[in-house]
């Protein structure tokens, strides 16, 4: 069975659930957020990421009214993406993370002792100022 939103969503917008929800079931209003039923396959990924607990189980008795207003809105309002400035973001950003990863472990791009211990770490040869 589905996964629904309900009410803790209206006006909440934090999109968290989106952001990890494998396939593309969520539509955006000028309110809240609903999951097309047709299109959720129960993973249940959105529901251990909503900080709102705004996903319910279709299962659940307190989802019963819940059911037909997502199916219903789903229909009419666009299916949310998450937007192509933060696609694309993710997708520079992402390798050099990975990358840093693994350089950590060479002491290539090892930086100067900090005064607590341990090094700074720079993921490419430009220097760096830091903040006062």
């Known amino acids: 069975m589905a996964y629904v939103v ?3 969503c209206i006006r909440c917008m934090h999109k968290r659930c989106v952001e ?3 396939v ?3 539509h955006e209003g000028p309110w809240m957020l609903v999951i097309d039923p047709e299109e959720c396959i129960d993973c249940g990924a959105c529901w251990t990421a909503c900080p709102s607990r705004a996903v319910l189980s279709a ?3 307190e989802a019963a009214g819940w059911r037909e207003h997502n199916a219903f809105f789903a229909r009419r309002w666009p299916e949310y993406r ?3 400035l933060r696609r694309r973001t ?3 950003l992402l390798p050099v993370v990975a990358s840093a990863a693994v350089s950590v472990a060479s002491s290539a791009h090892a930086g100067p002792a900090r005064p607590g211990g341990g090094r700074l ?3 490419d040869d430009r220097p760096t100022r830091s903040i006062a």
């Open 6 to 8: 309900s009410d803790p």
């Open 20 to 22: 990890v929800c494998p």
């Open 24 to 26: 593309d079931c969520f």
């Open 59 to 61: 299962d659940d008795g």
């Open 82 to 84: 998450t937007p192509p």
């Open 90 to 92: 993710e997708a520079v």
């Open 121 to 123: 770490l720079a993921v």
